[in-house]
């Protein structure tokens, strides 16, 4: 498996999914975890809408670091597809929220109305947020026991994708 088979492989996952675990850590460095409903924005992009007061929100504004994992859930055990990654997130600004609104919540989304300006900025409890990506691995589609197809290597059957 080639990295353009193995991104590829990865963004099927993440087109296939609707919700992202969001890994967030307040000031202490204390981790916690969040499903959130998301829109791939890009290769290396998500985004979400989300309470301002919702703990991972207020870790963000704290702490802006960020990992991420996309998987499916309805795979048997241990033919996990996943996709991990690491980045940083902060609600989108000026015209990128205009951006953020056309992307999210994915267009014809699971019967979600489009969300308004008006309804993620100023005084609104919601915010749009927008994770971007530093650092991207994919799980390696293999069967169980087996080593990975792209490195050989049984283990740790994570691979790290390179920018595009």
Known sequence: MTDENLAA??????????????GTADAA???WTSPVYFAPTGDREFCWLSATDARHSRH???????????????????????VYAVGGARPPAGGD?????????????AGIPPFTREEVTGPAPYRLYRAT????????????G???????????????????
């Open 9 to 22: 492989h990865g963004r099927a996952v993440i087109d296939a999914d609707l919700y992202l675990i969001l």
């Open 29 to 31: 460095g204390r981790p």
């Open 60 to 82: 963000l504004v704290e702490r802006p670091q960020v990992s991420i994992v996309v998987f499916d859930s309805t795979v048997a055990p241990y033919h996990g597809r996943a």
């Open 97 to 109: 929220v205009d951006r953020a609104l056309e992307l999210c919540p994915r267009p014809g989304g």
């Open 133 to 144: 990506v530093a650092e991207l691995w994919v799980l390696c589609p293999s069967e169980p």
């Open 146 to 164: 087996r080593p990975c197809a792209l490195h050989g290597r049984t283990g740790d059957h994570r691979t790290l994708v390179p920018p595009a």
